[in-house]
């Protein structure tokens, strides 16, 4: 193998650390310190160097967060220590009771120190790092068994693959949860709910459903978190307190919930999540802060159930031992779960971007954790029916993961006489559309595109942030354009005139100011933000960007053919037959065109062609190779090359590693040349 020169090896390590540090930033901090364009550069100069050298790919570069071929199984790994369970107990006398029997144990009148953080709700995982290096990755299990999620929790970008010292421990096992922020939750739930898929039922199902897929390009597609707080064994080093060893993972970059000496009120300070764990110096003070946490949790960003004490002093964890499956050093007060009663007024149907029809309970208010609520989505008609829930039912209601208002429970005995089951209309309430449900869903759709209500959806989803990002123009905004009959599609923004927008209630010239230059300074954008922004069903920020480096420009997007979309790893069959249905109609890509002509301009994605040594030929890959999959393909067109999905009489070469599968025999029967890693390395690398 060709000797790598060193310049090299040096700007790929840099390169590295680069990244490392601006995920850590931008995922653990909050305070990204460069733009996302300068972030893409640098991780694009990356991928160039390993696309040339793929020596320089190991387990712990950035690049191999994107998620690597489905398992057919998590492989089980036993835990070198057990991960045990704490004892709960609900109230501040619990926490007093906890002190006295710890102090009896240890025989002492002394004050015992305890550290607080709060208790996440999520999923417990084990991370293992052997030399600084994650090698593997453990859920709880049953506390001594647990399965290795390593190839799903390597697509956290929270997470080191590499911890940032110079001097590793041997073994350090972290031990923290895995979980999803409440608005990354909402987020989820409302594609989960658009592509006619059960939404999950609060954050932690997301977190614990998403770890355990076997698909771990899913995984990457989903915004998980990690934060860490313990360890199991550990090897070359030792801590002396619980707050020595937070201030130790925060120096390897493992994200925690930080520490804070100062109880406040000042639920600003929490935002980011950088001071929740503190340090009290008696049950007291351990009492105060479980009074603190309760007041603050429902701005917390994430879901919490109470708080966790625990004996600060390791030696004292030591002596304290044991009880069964749970330490004597530790306890979890939780909070009471937060419930009200409430009735419906009114059951109403929303229609959605991609025409979904969502039932909703209009409610009486009430109430719930700190906050009113007054509706609770129903999602569709077989969660209706499996409740039963019917307009004027008196119901149980509580916000699930301290997020969503649901309803848990009907009080059927409250039931008025005249009630009758609730059915989703048969014809769009917003159009009068004949409503449909595909195969396989369970979600009611309108299938008309220029419905009303569809329109307002899409035009929302259109100028968002992560899309065409027109920071003025709100949801209340949109209603107001539309139901005024100022736009009727996207392209109809980039033609909005002042006039207009001060002929509307509450529009001044500074405010209308400022919505026409947010419109202008949308009109310079990227392929992947925009292919995002046109809604297209099934088709997520990833999606746009797997498109988006596969066709490269806008026009070659849009005469896109099905074989082509079937090429691209995670674009499948209900994707691809998606897009090619929203491309055949000819008012979609008509108006695609009236946004271009209107002024808006697409950045072109920009690929480096190495050599020409590859054009004319296609290859198709299968099985294991040194490479993840998606930079073989890079690698196959940056030498002019095509990678195909599947093999036919027109394949030139069948690129095959090991566990080869279908595709091998596929190549064998039609007499198509099969080569391996080291011919293809061969081929790419003969002089010309």
Same mark, same amino acid.
């Given at each position: 193998?060709?000797?790598?020169?060193?310049?090299?090896?040096?700007?790929?390590?840099?390169?590295?650390?680069?990244?490392?540090?601006?995920?850590?930033?931008?995922?653990?901090?909050?305070?990204?310190?460069?733009?996302? =364009?300068?972030? @893409?550069?640098?991780?694009?100069?990356?991928?160039?160097?390993?696309?040339?050298?793929?020596?320089?790919? #190991?387990?712990?570069?950035?690049?191999?967060?994107?998620?690597?071929?489905?398992?057919?199984?998590?492989?089980?790994?036993?835990?070198?220590? /057990?991960?045990?369970?704490?004892?709960?107990?609900?109230?501040?006398?619990?926490?007093?009771?906890?002190?006295?029997?710890?102090?009896?144990? &240890?025989?002492?009148?002394?004050?015992?120190?305890?550290?607080?953080?709060?208790?996440?709700?999520?999923?417990?995982?084990?991370?293992?790092? *052997?030399?600084?290096?994650?090698?593997?990755?453990?859920?709880?299990? @049953?506390?001594?068994?647990?399965?290795?999620?390593?190839?799903?929790?390597?697509?956290?970008?929270?997470?080191?693959?590499?911890?940032?010292?110079?001097? /590793?421990?041997?073994?350090?096992?972290?031990?923290?949860?895995?979980?999803?922020?409440?608005?990354?939750?909402?987020?989820?739930?409302?594609?989960?709910?658009?592509?006619?898929?059960?939404?999950?039922?609060?954050?932690?199902?997301?977190?614990?459903?998403?770890?355990?897929?076997? @698909?771990?390009?899913?995984?990457?597609?989903?915004?998980?978190?990690?934060?860490?707080?313990?360890?199991?064994?550990?090897?070359?080093?030792?801590?002396?307190?619980?707050?020595?060893?937070?201030?130790?993972?925060?120096?390897?970059?493992?994200? #925690?919930?930080?520490?804070?000496?100062?109880?406040?009120?000042?639920?600003?300070?929490?935002?980011?999540? &950088?001071?929740?764990?503190?340090?009290?110096?008696?049950?007291?003070?351990?009492?105060?802060?479980?009074?603190?946490?309760?007041?603050?949790?429902? +701005? &917390?960003?994430?879901?919490?159930?109470?708080?966790?004490?625990?004996?600060?002093?390791?030696?004292?964890?030591?002596?304290?031992?044991?009880?069964?499956?749970?330490? =004597?050093?530790?306890?979890?007060?939780?909070?009471?779960?937060?419930?009200?009663? #409430?009735?419906?007024?009114?059951?109403?149907?929303?229609?959605?971007?991609?025409?979904?029809?969502?039932?909703?309970?209009?409610?009486?208010?009430?109430?719930?954790?700190?906050?009113?609520?007054?509706?609770?989505?129903?999602?569709?008609? +077989?969660?209706?029916?499996?409740?039963?829930?019917?307009?004027?039912?008196?119901?149980?209601?509580?916000?699930?993961?301290?997020?969503?208002?649901?309803?848990?429970?009907?009080?059927?005995?409250?039931? /008025?006489?005249?009630?009758?089951?609730?059915?989703?209309?048969?014809?769009?309430?917003?159009?009068?559309?004949?409503?449909?449900?595909?195969?396989? *869903?369970?979600?009611?759709?309108?299938?008309?595109?220029?419905?009303?209500?569809?329109?307002?959806?899409?035009?929302?989803?259109?100028?968002?942030?992560?899309?065409?990002?027109? *920071?003025?123009?709100?949801?209340?905004?949109?209603?107001?354009?539309?139901?005024?009959?100022?736009?009727?599609?996207?392209?109809?923004?980039?033609?909005?005139?002042?006039?207009?927008?001060?002929?509307?209630?509450?529009?001044?010239?500074?405010?209308?100011?400022?919505?026409?230059?947010?419109?202008?300074?949308?009109?310079?954008?990227?392929?992947?933000?925009?292919?995002?922004?046109?809604?297209?069903?099934?088709?997520?920020?990833?999606?746009?960007?797997?498109?988006? +480096?596969?066709?490269?420009?806008?026009?070659?997007?849009?005469?896109?053919?099905?074989?082509?979309?079937?090429?691209?790893?995670?674009?499948?069959?209900?994707?691809?037959?998606?897009?090619?249905?929203?491309?055949?109609?000819?008012?979609? !890509?008509?108006?695609?065109?009236?946004?271009?002509?209107?002024? !808006?301009?697409?950045?072109?994605?920009?690929?480096?062609?190495?050599?020409?040594?590859?054009?004319?030929? #296609?290859?198709?890959?299968?099985?294991?190779?040194?490479?993840?999959?998606?930079?073989?393909?890079?690698?196959?067109?940056?030498?002019?090359?095509?990678?195909?999905?599947?093999?036919?009489?027109?394949?030139?070469?069948?690129?095959?590693? *090991?566990?080869?599968?279908?595709?091998?025999?596929?190549?064998?029967?039609?007499?198509?040349?099969?080569?391996?890693?080291?011919?293809?390395?061969?081929?790419?690398?003969?002089?010309?």
């Amino acid at each position: 193998m060709k000797k790598i020169p060193e310049e090299i090896l040096k700007l790929h390590e840099q390169l590295c650390l680069q990244i490392g540090e601006h995920n850590y930033n931008y995922h653990v901090l909050d305070t990204p310190v460069i733009s996302d =364009r300068e972030y @893409d550069k640098i991780y694009q100069e990356l991928l160039d160097l390993e696309t040339k050298y793929p020596a320089l790919i #190991t387990d712990t570069s950035p690049s191999q967060r994107v998620g690597g071929k489905p398992l057919e199984k998590f492989q089980k790994v036993q835990h070198r220590r /057990p991960m045990l369970s704490l004892q709960n107990s609900y109230s501040t006398e619990d926490i007093l009771e906890f002190n006295k029997r710890v102090k009896k144990f &240890l025989n002492t009148d002394e004050d015992i120190e305890f550290f607080c953080d709060p208790k996440l709700d999520g999923l417990a995982l084990e991370l293992i790092y *052997e030399h600084g290096k994650l090698t593997s990755a453990l859920t709880r299990g @049953d506390g001594t068994t647990g399965e290795n999620v390593l190839s799903n929790i390597k697509t956290i970008p929270s997470i080191p693959l590499q911890l940032k010292t110079s001097s /590793p421990p041997e073994l350090v096992e972290i031990r923290g949860e895995v979980l999803m922020f409440k608005e990354d939750f909402l987020n989820l739930n409302e594609q989960q709910q658009e592509a006619g898929e059960t939404p999950f039922a609060n954050p932690r199902n997301a977190a614990a459903g998403t770890v355990r897929q076997l @698909d771990p390009k899913i995984a990457a597609s989903r915004p998980l978190r990690f934060f860490g707080y313990g360890t199991g064994e550990c090897k070359g080093q030792s801590f002396k307190t619980m707050k020595d060893m937070q201030a130790q993972f925060a120096a390897w970059g493992i994200p #925690t919930t930080g520490f804070t000496d100062t109880l406040t009120k000042n639920k600003s300070q929490n935002r980011k999540i &950088l001071s929740l764990s503190t340090l009290c110096k008696n049950a007291d003070g351990a009492n105060d802060y479980y009074n603190w946490i309760h007041h603050i949790r429902k +701005d &917390l960003p994430f879901e919490i159930d109470g708080v966790v004490i625990k004996v600060n002093s390791l030696q004292l964890q030591e002596e304290l031992g044991f009880i069964a499956r749970s330490p =004597r050093w530790a306890t979890a007060a939780k909070f009471e779960p937060e419930q009200a009663i #409430t009735k419906i007024k009114q059951i109403v149907v929303q229609v959605g971007r991609t025409g979904a029809l969502t039932p909703v309970a209009i409610m009486e208010p009430v109430s719930v954790g700190g906050v009113t609520v007054t509706h609770a989505t129903l999602h569709n008609q +077989d969660e209706v029916d499996r409740k039963d829930v019917r307009q004027g039912d008196t119901v149980k209601v509580h916000r699930a993961g301290d997020v969503i208002p649901e309803i848990i429970e009907v009080l059927s005995g409250k039931r /008025p006489n005249d009630s009758s089951p609730f059915k989703i209309p048969k014809k769009c309430p917003v159009c009068g559309s004949d409503t449909f449900k595909a195969e396989g *869903e369970v979600v009611t759709r309108c299938p008309n595109p220029v419905c009303d209500a569809r329109l307002k959806e899409s035009l929302k989803h259109f100028v968002s942030k992560r899309a065409m990002n027109i *920071e003025k123009v709100g949801d209340k905004l949109i209603d107001l354009f539309v139901d005024k009959g100022i736009i009727h599609s996207f392209s109809d923004l980039y033609k909005i005139e002042k006039d207009q927008i001060l002929s509307l209630d509450r529009q001044g010239e500074k405010s209308a100011d400022n919505i026409i230059q947010s419109i202008r300074a949308s009109r310079n954008t990227t392929l992947p933000r925009f292919i995002y922004a046109l809604g297209i069903r099934f088709v997520g920020e990833q999606t746009a960007k797997l498109l988006a +480096d596969k066709f490269l420009a806008l026009d070659n997007f849009l005469s896109a053919k099905e074989d082509e979309l079937l090429e691209i790893d995670g674009v499948g069959p209900k994707v691809a037959k998606s897009i090619i249905e929203s491309l055949s109609q000819k008012k979609f !890509v008509h108006e695609i065109h009236k946004i271009i002509q209107n002024g !808006v301009t697409i950045e072109k994605v920009k690929k480096e062609k190495t050599s020409s040594k590859l054009t004319g030929l #296609t290859f198709v890959i299968t099985g294991t190779l040194p490479m993840d999959r998606d930079q073989v393909k890079t690698l196959i067109e940056s030498h002019g090359g095509k990678a195909s999905g599947s093999v036919s009489k027109k394949t030139s070469f069948v690129l095959a590693g *090991e566990s080869a599968g279908s595709k091998l025999d596929k190549a064998q029967e039609l007499g198509v040349k099969v080569i391996s890693w080291e011919d293809f390395q061969s081929i790419i690398k003969a002089d010309s």
